[in-house]
C-alpha cells in the first residue's frame, strides 16, 4: 500500500537559516510525488513536483527537493528562510492515475 | 483566470442535518476531486469526478456523495451529519484525471456540527 510520512509535525528555524522538512514514501512502483503548501484559512498550492527525470526539483519561492529512490525520500529544502515561509507543508504522492495520498503535514514556524 | 471557488466558506450544522457543498473549478478543468481535512487525520480523499463520472474514490462511509455536472461543477453532500463530520472540506480542480498532474485547490469549506 501507498503511504507518506513526514517526519516532524513542527519546524522551527530562524529567518535566513536552512530548511529542511523531510518525507518518506512507500509505493511498489514509482511514484509521482509532490510537495504542497497551506497559509493560515487557505487552499493547498502546489510547491513543485517529480514525475520522471532529474531527480532534483526546483519548485516556487526558491524550494527545491531531492528524489532518492535508494532512501524513499523526498525532502523538501529552502537555503534561507523567510518570514513568510511560515505555513504548512504538504508532501504527496501518486501512482498509476489514482488520488493523491497526503503525509500528515509539517508546520513551519520561522522566528526572526 | 479565476481560481477555484468553494462556496460556503462556512457553515455551521446540527447533528442528523445534512449539508451540500458546491465547488466551480478553473475553466476548462474536467476533473473535480474533494478532500476532507482535519487535524487529526489530515488530507483524507473522499471522491474524484471527471467528466460526470466518479473515476475514484476513498474510504468514506455513504453518507459522503458527491456529483458532477455537466459545466464541470460539482457538489458534495453529506447526509445524517455526525460530530466527526466538522472538518475543512478541499476541493481540487485539474485538467486531467488521476491526479498526474497539478492539482488546484480552492480555500475550503469550513464545516462544524454542534
Same mark, same amino acid.
Given at each position: ?112 | 483566470?479565476?481560481?477555484? !471557488? $468553494? ?7 446540527? +447533528? ?5 457543498? %458546491?465547488? *466551480? ?27 460526470? !463520472? $466518479? ?7 455513504? +453518507? ?5 455536472? %455537466?459545466? *464541470? ?42
Amino acid at each position: 500500500a501507498q503511504s507518506v510520512t513526514q517526519l516532524g509535525s513542527h519546524v522551527s528555524v530562524s529567518e535566513g537559516a536552512l530548511v529542511l522538512l523531510r518525507c518518506n514514501y512507500s509505493s511498489s512502483v514509482p511514484p509521482y510525488l509532490f510537495w504542497y503548501v497551506q497559509y493560515p484559512n487557505q487552499g493547498l498550492q502546489l510547491l513543485l513536483k517529480y514525475t520522471t527525470g532529474a531527480t532534483l526539483v526546483k519548485g516556487i519561492n526558491g524550494f527545491e527537493a531531492e528524489f532518492k529512490k535508494s532512501e524513499t525520500s523526498f525532502h523538501l529544502t529552502k537555503p534561507s528562510a523567510h518570514m513568510s515561509d511560515a505555513a504548512e507543508y504538504f508532501c504527496a504522492l501518486n501512482q498509476a492515475g489514482t488520488a493523491l495520498i497526503f503525509g500528515k503535514g509539517t508546520t513551519l514556524s520561522v522566528s526572526s | 483566470k479565476a481560481g477555484v !471557488t $468553494q462556496t460556503p466558506r462556512y457553515l455551521i450544522k446540527t +447533528r442528523g442535518q445534512q449539508v451540500t457543498l %458546491s465547488c *466551480s473549478p478553473i475553466s476548462g478543468h474536467r476533473s473535480v476531486s474533494w478532500y476532507q481535512q482535519t487535524p487529526g487525520q489530515g488530507l483524507q480523499f473522499l471522491f474524484e469526478y471527471f467528466s460526470e !463520472t $466518479q473515476r475514484n474514490k476513498g474510504n468514506f462511509p455513504g +453518507r459522503f456523495s458527491g456529483r458532477q455536472f %455537466s459545466n *464541470s461543477r460539482s457538489e458534495m453532500n453529506v447526509s445524517t451529519l455526525e460530530l466527526g463530520d466538522s472538518a475543512l472540506y478541499l476541493c481540487a480542480s485539474s485538467l486531467t484525471s488521476g491526479s498526474t498532474g497539478e492539482l488546484f485547490f480552492g480555500e475550503g469549506s469550513r464545516l462544524t456540527v454542534l
